[in-house]
Nanobody, 126 residues
Framework: QVQLVESGGGLVQAGGSLSLSCAAS????????MGWFRQAPGKDREFVSA????????YYRDSVKGRFTISRDNAKNMVYLQMNSLKAEDTAVYYC???????????????????WGQGTQVTVSS
């Protein structure tokens, strides 16, 4: 099992930026697809972005395309989410997640991810 720890959340004004990090330990995640999800109060957890194990493929929900960028550093066992032009509707707890099977394709539903971090709060004030 892998342990995931998110960091970088906080309070920012609309239009601002935040950079989230996800540190993996316990086992390497360099051969598994990784994803970011978010959950706002009273809402279901939703897909934000995902990246293939090699980093060659990235995917985003429509509402964050052009504003968010996912990346990874396999040598450091890290995944990142750069968030620019933040909006009030981006306010949520953001979770990092890892797929279990090596070399599996990226996925966009929470059920396809086996390991999760504890989440980091992102609050965007309007």
């Amino acid at each position: 099992q892998v342990q995931l720890v998110e960091s970088g959340g906080g309070l920012v004004q609309a239009g601002g930026s935040l950079s989230l990090s996800c540190a993996a330990s316990g086992r390497t995640v360099s051969r598994v697809a990784m994803g970011w999800f978010r959950q706002a109060p009273g809402k279901d957890r939703e897909f934000v972005s995902a990246i293939s194990w090699s980093g060659g493929g990235t995917y985003y929900r429509d509402s964050v395309k052009g504003r968010f960028t996912i990346s990874r550093d396999n040598a450091k066992n890290m995944v990142y989410l750069q968030m620019n032009s933040l909006k009030a509707e981006d306010t949520a707890v953001y979770y990092c997640a890892a797929r279990r099977q090596m070399f599996a394709a990226v996925a966009t539903t929470p059920a396809e991810y086996a390991d999760w971090g504890q989440g980091t709060q992102v609050t965007v004030s309007s």
